[in-house]
Structures are given as structure tokens and as C-alpha cells.
């Protein structure tokens, strides 16, 4: 895949990337009471797709609040407008709080890992939002808040909670993924991750498409709103509980203390075969410390970017733009042109 190079005899890189691989993972094994071995071998299709549920459940959230939140807010009795800006409050929430969340996790240097505490704080977000959001008025009851106020502010809370942290969660699984994968493997779980949200999505439909209040459990929980939320719910615990207990992270002071731990980047690789090809001097190994970027550095990284990222980043927002009206618009849509309803009355 990388060409060659001619040392005392014709080796690839794929055979210098497996001899970093092993002598690490030999190194891992001399404390096997640590776990950390497993970030130095291939993973198997199972073990990918274990690290890939926790997208499952997002892209299920995803297509739950595309089909559900709309009519909640009209249902409250909230004009177009409002509704509108209640929903960009997660997206303005992302883009001030999320490069924040970003930073911090990658300087994060808990025993349990830089990525995986985060992403169970942002889980457990998630999960509480979605048993707000469908029971504003509920909540509002109990509470004693019972104006349409009141009942919004109730229900935006939990939607900035479930669609923030969700948006946030996504980045930062992927993240994880790559980090306790080596080189050959990161492509692979891209993949499935891309297949797993594909399924994620389709259950979030299917959900929706279920009479909950035949089978006697909607009218337990509340109608078929609250049953979708609830089989959403159940469907992002378990990929977060499964993700979250996949694999363990190497932390970050160990990876500052034994260079020996740290993963195998492309940089690496390619000094390796510099060093092997004698093309002068490469930064040794040992002397590698991993770049933390801070949020400067990030906003930084963000207004300097290659021509070629700025047109990548220009396509994802236009698609975005799409996507969100597509997510305000279609749901009240057919009820009011296909089936001629008012979609701002509460039943």
C-alpha cells in the first residue's frame, strides 16, 4: 500500500507497522493487569462493531427528534417562528460549547482515559434529555409550571440537551474508535460506524411507524410520542453501556511516562521508514510527546485551514442547512397538506 524500501532485505511498510505493532504489544503484556495490549492488535468485525453501537443510538436520536420534535413544539401552541429558533439553540449551543468539550477531553487525564468519561457524561445527557423533551407538559404539572412558557422553556431544555450532546457524542465516539484501533484498522470501523448509524437512522423510522397504543404501552407511557422516546431511550443505553465498555484507554500521563504506549501514528510510521531508509535524522520516538491542541490552537487551526478543508467544511454546513429545513418542515407538512390538520393543536 506504501511502496517499499530496500534495508538489508526488501521489507513493506506494512512489515515495519507490525513490527512497531508487536513490540509494543509486548511491552503492554509485561503488566497484563493494565489491558492495554489490545491497542496494538487488529481488531476482530465484532469488536468494531461493539465500538460502533453508541452511534446506533445517536443516529436513532437523530431520526426520532427529526419526526417528533416539530409537532411538540407546535403542539404547545408555539408559532413557526418560535419553533424555528427553538431549534437552533442546540446548534448555537455546539458551536460555542463544543471545541470547549473537545479541548478538555483531549487533556484529560482521568485513569479511566481521555474519551470515554466525556462521552458518559454527554450519555447520560442525552438520556435525560429524551425523558424531558416528550414530557414537558407533564414535568411542567408536576412542578406547577403550567404556562406555554413555562411547558417551552421545560421542553427546549431537553432538547438541547439530547441534540447537543448527541451532536457533540458523535465526533467523540469516532475519536475513541480511532485511538484504540491501530493504522490498518481505523478505515474499518469508519465503515461500519457509517453502516451502524445507517441502522440507527432506519430504527428511529421504524419506531415511529409502530402504533405503541395498540400494544397497550403507549397508553402506559403516555401516548406513541412518549413510547418512540422510550424504545429510543433503551436503544441508546445499550450501545452506550456496550461502546463505553469495549475497550480501555491508555491515559494520557501513561502515554507521557512509557513512549512504549503510545499509539503507532502515520507520523511515526513514516519516520520509521525514514530512519530505516537512512534519510538523515527523524525525531526519535522516545522524544515524541503527543500535541495537545488547545481551544486557540483550535480556532487557530480552524481560520487557517488548507483551501481543501474549507470546501469540506462549506459542503458539510450547506448540507446541514438542508437537512435542518428538512427537519422543521416535513413533519408539520404532511399534516397539514396531506392530511389537512392543524398541526399546532395538542391532539
Same mark, same amino acid.
Given at each position: ?16 507497522? +507490525?513490527?512497531? /505493532?508487536?513490540?509494543? +504489544? ?22 468494531? #462493531? ?5 452511534? #446506533? ?17 407546535? $403542539? ?17 449551543? $455546539? ?8 479541548? #478538555? ?7 479511566? &482515559?481521555?474519551?470515554?468519561? #466525556?462521552?458518559?457524561?454527554? &450519555?447520560?445527557?442525552?438520556?435525560? *434529555? ?5 414530557? *414537558? ?23 438541547? @440537551? ?23 484498522? +481505523? ?10 448509524? $445507517?441502522?440507527?437512522?432506519? @430504527? ?11 400494544? *397497550? ?5 403516555? &401516548? ?29 500521563? !501513561? ?12 507520523? @511515526? ?8 531508509? &537512512?534519510?538523515?535524522?527523524? +525525531? ?18 480552524? /481560520?487557517? @485551514?488548507?483551501?481543501?478543508?474549507? !470546501? ?36
Amino acid at each position: 500500500m506504501y511502496g517499499t524500501y530496500q534495508q538489508q532485505e526488501r521489507l513493506t511498510e506494512d512489515d515495519i507497522l +507490525q513490527g512497531m /505493532l508487536e513490540s509494543r +504489544q509486548r511491552f503492554a503484556k509485561l503488566d497484563n493487569s493494565r489491558g492495554y495490549q489490545h491497542s496494538f492488535r487488529k481488531k476482530s468485525k465484532w469488536e468494531l #462493531v461493539r465500538l460502533s453501537l453508541l452511534i #446506533v443510538g445517536i443516529e436513532c436520536t437523530y431520526a426520532t427528534e427529526t419526526a417528533l420534535v416539530a409537532p411538540i413544539l407546535l $403542539g404547545i401552541g408555539l408559532p413557526h417562528t418560535v419553533m424555528t429558533m427553538i431549534w437552533a439553540t442546540p446548534s448555537l449551543a $455546539g458551536l460555542l460549547f463544543a471545541p470547549v468539550i473537545a479541548s #478538555v477531553s483531549d487533556r484529560l487525564r482521568s485513569r479511566w &482515559g481521555r474519551r470515554r468519561p #466525556v462521552l458518559l457524561a454527554l &450519555g447520560c445527557t442525552i438520556l435525560t *434529555g429524551m425523558l424531558v423533551l416528550p414530557n *414537558g407538559p407533564a414535568i411542567g404539572e408536576l412542578v406547577g409550571l403550567t404556562s406555554v412558557g413555562w411547558v417551552a422553556t421545560i421542553t427546549t431544555v431537553g432538547l438541547i @440537551m439530547s441534540d447537543f450532546s448527541a451532536e457533540t457524542s458523535n465526533g467523540l465516539c469516532r475519536t475513541y474508535a480511532m485511538e484504540v484501533c491501530t493504522i490498518r484498522d +481505523q478505515a474499518r470501523v469508519l465503515s461500519i460506524m457509517v453502516l451502524t448509524g $445507517g441502522i440507527g437512522a432506519t @430504527m428511529g423510522a421504524l419506531f415511529g411507524a409502530i402504533n405503541w397504543n395498540r400494544l *397497550g404501552i403507549g397508553r402506559l407511557l403516555g &401516548g406513541n410520542g412518549p413510547s418512540v422516546f422510550a424504545a429510543n431511550w433503551i436503544v441508546l443505553f445499550v450501545g452506550l453501556l456496550v461502546t463505553l465498555t469495549s475497550f480501555s484507554e491508555i491515559p494520557l500521563p !501513561v502515554q507521557e511516562s512509557e513512549p512504549m504506549l503510545r499509539p503507532v501514528t502515520q507520523k @511515526m510510521l513514516l519516520d520509521e521508514v525514514k530512519r530505516a531508509q &537512512g534519510e538523515g535524522r527523524v +525525531q526519535d520516538e522516545k522524544e515524541e510527546v503527543q500535541e495537545v491542541v488547545g481551544f486557540r490552537q483550535f480556532v487557530h487551526n480552524v /481560520l487557517h @485551514m488548507p483551501r481543501s478543508m474549507k !470546501v469540506l467544511c462549506l459542503t458539510q454546513l450547506l448540507s446541514h442547512m438542508s437537512y435542518l429545513t428538512y427537519c422543521l418542515y416535513y413533519t408539520d407538512f404532511v399534516g397539514a397538506t396531506v392530511y389537512e390538520g392543524d398541526v399546532r393543536v395538542s391532539r
